[in-house]
């Protein structure tokens, strides 16, 4: 099976060493993507910001990859803390809608650079 390296020039660069995407079959695997913002490389403020540009970086990445949000067929969202989990839902909704895809959600001890969300997406080229 081939395997395409995806980076989006529109997406915050990588904090580690690892690509946005990798394309395998008809699939894209993302990285998980934070709040960073791409033309600063800042976090963005709250969970509320972080959460919508977290969303515009999987957008720009899934655009490079010649895809968009319905093409996603799961997500898995890790939050700092459950409490935003209402927050995120809402915003996340906003991108997502129709039939949403599977996903999963799960609160863990921190995330790289004290980010708030991060999200990674699995999706499929028809």
Known sequence: MKKTIINAKNAPAAVG????AVKAGNFVF???QIGLIPETGVLARGIAAQTEQVLKNLGAVLSEAGLAYTDVIKTTVFLDSMDDFAVVNEIYAKY???DAPARSCVEVA???KEALVEIEVIAVAE
């Open 110 to 112: 921190s995330l790289p």
């Open 17 to 20: 060493p690892y690509v946005h």
């Open 96 to 98: 997502f809608t129709g």
């Open 30 to 32: 993302t990285s998980g």
